[in-house]
């Protein structure tokens, strides 16, 4: 059963910083994953999707990685702003597109 | 012009009654999906149909009951509603190109709340 676990569960940081999410999942045999951001009371926005067979994605400030051997995932976030806060979360899909979500990350940019 | 919308936004009821989520994309695609996101912020998907046709049911309580009229809508009806369904219900839509899996767009939700 795949499982999927990200640390840290919170983070808070002053605006400007560099930051990695970290993302974690046990069964290395996926074909994607995704990184979602999460706005408080809104619905998901689809960040990055990084296929089985690449290493990272780039999108503007954001840069996911995928190690699919050590079944793992980081999302980079360059020069944070306080608009960069929101819920992160990483999933990976189990047969039919069906996603299995992590546990997400509260990311609290202070101006 | 909003990809997944969903009605109603809010929805607060009693124990027992019988409810219904709407959704709709105006994507095209092919499979959409219902999640549920539990007080803790988990999220964890309840079904997906593809062409109208159910295709992952998770172990979700037969009072959950999806209905999908076509592509572009799916419905999920609640009947004898308990305090535990109280969540944010999502709803998601996707497509399949090239073999490969693409990503899933999601609606704002739907917040219920069982009094």
């Known amino acids: 059963k795949q499982e999927v676990t990200q640390i840290p569960a919170a983070l808070s940081v002053p605006e400007g910083e560099n930051l990695v999410l970290n993302c974690s999942f046990t069964?290395?045999?996926?074909?994607?994953l995704q990184w979602f951001r999460q706005d408080p009371g809104k619905g998901l926005t689809s960040l990055l999707l990084?296929?089985?067979?690449?290493r990272e994605q780039t999108s503007g400030r954001l840069n996911a990685s995928l190690d699919k051997s050590s079944g793992r995932s980081t999302l980079y976030i360059a020069a944070s702003q306080p608009g960069d806060s929101a819920t992160y979360l990483c999933?990976?899909?189990?047969?039919?597109?069906?996603?299995?979500f992590g546990t997400g990350t509260r990311l609290l940019v202070s101006p | 012009d909003t990809a997944v919308s969903q009605t109603p936004k809010y929805l607060v009821t009693q124990m027992g009654n019988d409810k219904s989520i709407k959704c709709e994309q105006n994507?095209?695609?092919?499979?959409m999906y219902w999640y549920k996101q539990d007080s803790k912020k988990f999220l964890k998907i309840m079904f997906s149909?593809?062409?109208?046709?159910?295709?992952i049911n998770e172990t979700v309580p037969n009072r959950f009951s999806p209905k999908s009229p076509d592509k572009a809508h799916l419905n999920l009806h609640i009947n004898s509603l308990e305090l535990g369904d109280s969540a944010v219900y999502f709803c998601?839509?996707?497509?399949?190109?090239?073999?490969?899996?693409?990503?899933?767009?999601f609606g704002p939700g739907t917040r219920l709340l069982v009094l």
């Open positions: 149909y593809n062409n109208k046709e159910l295709i």
């Open positions: 069964d290395s045999a996926i074909y994607n």
């Open positions: 998601a839509s996707s497509t399949r190109s090239s073999g490969r899996e693409e990503t899933q767009y």
């Open positions: 990084i296929q089985s067979s690449q």
């Open positions: 999933a990976v899909p189990t047969g039919f597109q069906k996603l299995v």
């Open positions: 994507l095209g695609h092919d499979t």
